[in-house]
T-cell receptor, first 114, second 115 residues
């Protein structure tokens, strides 16, 4: 089991460009979570998805950010018109669902906006 | 919503000594409390967790205690080693059934173990 796979590991974007972050959950996992970690800070919840459904997006900024988890393929976190404040590490985690405890994080995508 | 406070923000200990990190939470409905260790530039890794029906849990040199009445929980690392140096995060959740296991994290504690 390859674990939670995120790509790219590092992403550099100029202000105003779009950033697409990908997350492939562990095999058999149908629940995906996205967290953002600003430098020297803790992780902040952004969004929780199941296949084809957004369950909780209470931590997602209302503008420029969107997430999806299609029936086939990885989950995508999309940031439009990036700004310097979007620079952070974005971690994805997956879980098999009900009855589970802690989940496993991917290695993260470090987004730098220049 | 849930708020998790973590103290201290930095902790320096001599190798072989114990390290204690404390967290408080605000949501009395939280019932699951994991601890994560994050080394520089790497992913957070789950090291131990505790549920609200248990007061204490131990795994080798690591132990976690929970006081539901006071709404605080602590991580204890005994006989610290240089490889314990990392940032440690506590977190709280209402559990999967109530909240899809959404975690609220503390601000982190940077632990430095001096040889």
């Amino acid at each position: 089991n390859a674990g939670v796979m995120q790509n790219p590991r590092h992403l550099v974007r100029r202000r105003g460009q779009e950033a697409r972050l990908r997350c492939s959950p562990m095999k058999g996992h149908s629940h995906v979570y996205w967290y953002r970690q600003l430098p020297e800070e803790g992780l902040k919840f952004m969004v929780y998805l199941q296949k084809e459904n957004i369950i909780d997006e209470s931590g997602m900024p209302k503008e420029r950010f969107s997430a999806e988890f299609p029936k086939e393929g990885p989950s995508i976190l999309r940031i439009q018109q990036v700004v310097r404040g979007d620079s952070a590490a974005y971690f994805c985690a997956s879980s098999p669902g009900q009855g589970t405890g802690g989940y496993t994080f991917g290695s993260g995508t470090r987004l730098t906006v220049v | 919503g849930e708020n998790v406070e973590q103290h201290p923000s930095t902790l320096s200990v001599q190798e072989g000594d114990s390290a204690v990190i404390k967290c408080t939470y605000s949501d009395s409905a939280s019932n699951y409390f994991p601890w994560y260790k994050q080394e520089l530039g790497k992913r957070p890794q789950l090291i131990i967790d505790i549920r609200s029906n248990v007061g204490e849990k131990k795994d080798q040199r690591i132990a976690v205690t929970l006081n539901k009445t006071a709404k605080h929980f602590s991580l204890h690392i005994t006989e610290t080693q240089p490889e314990d140096s990392a940032v440690y995060f506590c977190a709280a959740s209402r559990g999967f059934e109530a909240a899809g296991n959404k975690l609220t994290f503390g601000g982190g504690t940077r632990v430095l173990v001096k040889p």
